[in-house]
């Protein structure tokens, strides 16, 4: 029964993930199409966007596009750490675990 409940969240928690991928899909497309613009001068006549550089809204529209790829990548494919973080984990809940029940035997001794 555990498991079950466990691969239902399991399952949720992807589920989650993708729809916050695929919200922000539209985001991306309409935050990159209104800084081209802005960019181009539609908006100012171009009075302020002039002073903006000619690769800003390539850095802007590639870098946002290039974040929602890796997200995709680690959405289908898992991320290529997570054995190493999940070791960490256990690893670091045992060492607080140990630190906590060392300092309880320690303040509860006589002196």
Not at 15 to 33: E, G, M
Not at 46 to 64: A, D, K, L
Not at 70 to 88: C, D, N, P, T, V
Request: proline share 3%.
């Amino acid at each position: 029964m555990k498991n079950s409940n466990s691969n239902y969240e399991e399952a949720l928690k992807r589920v989650k993930q993708l729809k916050d991928f695929y919200n922000h899909i539209p985001v991306y497309i309409i935050l990159s199409a209104l800084y081209v613009a802005f960019c181009l001068g539609v908006f100012d006549g171009g009075r302020i966007s002039q002073h903006i550089p000619f690769w800003s809204p390539i850095c802007m529209v590639g870098g946002y596009g290039l974040s929602l790829l890796g997200y995709y990548i680690y959405l289908k494919h898992g991320s290529i750490f997570e054995s190493y973080y999940k070791k960490w984990e256990k690893q670091k809940i045992k060492e607080y675990l140990d630190q906590e029940i060392y300092s309880e035997t320690k303040s509860s001794r006589w002196e």
